[in-house]
């Protein structure tokens, strides 16, 4: 089975400070990690894919298989970041993503 | 966006009445999925379609059943709705990519209460 963790449900900031949005996952494979994010009345929509190594509006994030986590990081926090932002992972052959609960970024002025 | 509608964008319904709700799409790809977003739970697939005619049960199947007759469509039933059927669904669509990196593309979501 392949389940993916959110542990926090919101996470408020300042403007300028470090974000960390962590997720951890089970799978006993070789994953595809992914972070969607849906900015208030847009769509959801992909931030950014742990195979591409990209840096998507300053946010990272780094798939670490012995820890089985894929944290998204943002050095300095912009209020058009607040948005809810959701981890996935696909499994091998799979299809499907398999999102977690989601996490709520609120960044303050 | 990519060329996707969900109909209708909101429902109100009473409990045991049938609900459909439908996905098109002018894109063409292949894959199609039915999620519904609840608090707490995040998104959690209903069902999906690999092709016409070609669907599979996603994790919380129980109380739906779906249908794909054509490329650009993909209905969603409740064939007797449920108060816990209350939620957004939320439909979504990817390319049949070689590569891994192919992502999906949602619609706007419908939102379904059922009283």
């Known amino acids: 089975a392949q389940r993916v963790t959110q542990p926090e449900k919101l996470l408020s900031v300042f403007k300028g400070a470090p974000v960390e949005l962590k997720c951890n996952y089970s799978?006993?494979?070789?994953?595809?990690l992914f972070w969607y994010v849906q900015y208030s009345r847009q769509r959801l929509q992909l931030l950014l894919r742990?195979?591409s190594r990209e840096s998507i509006k300053g946010f990272t994030a780094d798939l670490n298989k012995g820890e089985t986590s894929f944290h998204l990081k943002k050095p300095f926090a912009q209020e058009e970041d607040s948005a809810m932002y959701y981890c996935?992972?696909?499994?091998?052959?799979?299809?499907?993503?398999?999102f977690g609960s989601g996490t709520r970024l609120q960044v303050q002025p | 966006d990519a060329g996707i509608t969900q109909s209708p964008r909101h429902k109100v319904t009473e409990t045991g009445t049938p609900v459909t709700l439908r996905c098109h799409q002018t894109?063409?790809?292949?894959?199609m999925y039915w999620y519904r977003q609840d608090p707490g739970h995040g998104l959690r697939l209903i069902h999906y379609?690999?092709?016409?005619?070609?669907?599979d049960k996603g994790e919380v199947s129980d109380g739906y059943s779906v249908s794909r007759s054509k490329t650009e469509d993909f209905l969603l039933t409740l064939e007797s709705a449920t108060s816990s059927q209350t939620s957004v669904y939320f439909c979504?669509?990817?390319?049949?990519?070689?590569?891994?990196?192919?992502?999906?593309?949602f619609g706007s979501g419908t939102q379904l209460s059922v009283l």
């Open positions: 996935a992972l696909r499994g091998m052959g799979r299809r499907a993503l398999t």
């Open positions: 379609s690999y092709g016409v005619k070609d669907t």
């Open positions: 742990h195979i």
């Open positions: 979504a669509i990817s390319e049949d990519r070689v590569t891994t990196n192919e992502k999906l593309f």
């Open positions: 894109e063409n790809h292949r894959y």
């Open positions: 799978y006993s494979g070789s994953p595809e």
